[in-house]
């Protein structure tokens, strides 16, 4: 089964350095907290200004969609943290 990523909503907690963002599984919530480390290697930088780091999510989201339903595939777990060894 393939996610679904219906709320394009995303959030950066910049004290634990991530961004969240969530999918579904029918009706089951999927959190997601990815790495600004695994964005800054994505996007090709060590390092970027607080309001780049959503710029550079939503620019990457279809790639973003597909490492964390990747990922989700392996685990089936709620709650997952995705970082530079996902991509």
């Known amino acids: 089964m393939t996610l679904g ?26 959190r997601f907290l990815m790495e600004l480390p ?11 200004a607080l ?12 790639q973003i969609q597909s490492i964390a339903n990747r990922v989700y595939k392996r685990s089936r777990k709620s709650l997952i943290r995705l970082s530079v060894t996902d991509l």
């Open 5 to 30: 990523f219906p709320n394009q909503a995303r959030n950066i907690d910049e004290d634990a350095d991530l961004i969240r963002f969530s999918g579904h599984d029918g009706v089951m919530e999927i």
């Open 38 to 48: 695994a964005l800054e290697k994505m996007a090709g930088t060590n390092s970027m």
């Open 51 to 62: 309001n780049a780091y959503l710029t550079t999510f939503d620019q990457r989201r279809e």
